[in-house]
């Protein structure tokens, strides 16, 4: 993928407990962290990231086992993601950030407001994981048992070269269709072995064969102390549309954007209209200044 961007953002490399992490990251101005999905990279935010540079600094990591970063065998649970993120922002001097998060990264960004809300300005979930049980069925196939032993049939190696003729192709007769690119992007990088049992990992750390396991639902009250914006495609057939508005109606004070003829990538699909909402709400938001004292008495009220 380097190649399709240039030297735009190039990818640089942290080391986090002894694993690479790398990243992307431009711009000036205040923090925004854009976690990708599952088979993502950080390479899915380069064309909101060209539009946020001028006024925030963007960084965007590639996950453990994901993209250019490393891919041990070790724990892809959601709470180490968030975990793995505060360190990372920490190694860079990084003290408070607007946390992005688009599918599976809109799951750790729930988790990294919860978890550290002394270093989150801002939650704002694209298309997110982690609010309901329904999810595409291909995603849940992915989680039976020996998933990773089929997985080479459905996304055998050869295939891997024609991404970039495809793409090509389709540029060439004036076709650009992000949603299909991304698609085959996440789908070219399953041809390798590493990252097919790095995403059968994280798959299954969120998804069984019923839908999504992990829910943020009991937890998102807390999310009262942080301006939050929910923004999802109302065409996306992978997470339903449903899980923005059940969101909106649980995060008090959230603001919740639609966006007509868009899927499940709104910021590779539409960037200009991603970006302008998500600047329209960082103008219009005060960062979160909550203290120990408000987050007790909001558990203290969650429990009642």
């Keep these: 993928m380097g190649s ?15 694993y690479d992490v790398a990243f992307r990251r431009g711009g000036d101005g205040p923090v925004l962290l854009l976690l990708h999905g599952i088979a993502g990279s950080s390479g899915t935010w380069i ?12 960084v965007a990591p590639d996950f453990l086992g994901h993209g250019r970063s490393a891919k041990p065998l070790g724990d892809y649970s959601l709470g180490n993601h968030a975990s793995g993120m505060r360190d990372f922002l920490q190694l860079l001097g990084i003290d408070r950030v607007t946390v992005v998060g688009q599918s599976f990264g809109g799951g750790v960004a729930m988790q990294f407001a919860y978890q ?6 801002r939650l704002v979930l694209v298309d997110a ?25 459905l996304f055998p190696s050869f295939v891997s070269g024609w991404g970039d003729a495809v793409s090509g192709f389709l540029r060439d007769r004036g076709i650009r269709h992000a949603r299909a ?8 990088s399953l041809t390798e072995a590493e990252n097919r049992r790095a995403f059968v990992r994280t798959m299954r750390a969120v998804i069984d064969p019923g839908g999504q396991s992990v829910s943020a639902r009991d937890r998102l009250y807390l999310a009262a102390h942080v301006p939050t914006l929910i923004v999802w495609g109302d065409r996306d057939k992978i997470i339903p549309l449903t899980h923005a508005f059940e969101a909106h109606e649980l995060i008090p004070e959230s603001r919740l954007e639609v966006l007509e003829g868009v899927g499940h990538f709104p910021h590779v699909e539409d960037p200009e209209r991603f970006v302008a909402v998500l600047a329209d709400f960082m103008r219009t938001t005060e960062p979160s200044a909550a203290t120990p004292d408000q987050l007790r008495e909001l558990l203290r009220r969650g429990a009642r």
């Design 47 to 58: 064309p909101a990231m060209r539009l946020l540079q001028a006024d925030y600094t963007v």
């Design 4 to 18: 399709m961007h240039g030297d735009e953002f190039p990818v640089e490399r942290v080391s986090v407990h002894g």
């Design 181 to 188: 690119a991304e698609m085959w992007r996440s789908y070219r």
């Design 116 to 121: 550290f809300p002394e270093l989150c300005e």
């Design 129 to 153: 994981g982690g609010l309901g049980r329904e999810v595409s069925w291909i995603l849940r196939l992915c989680t039976l048992p020996a998933a990773e032993y089929v997985m080479p049939l």
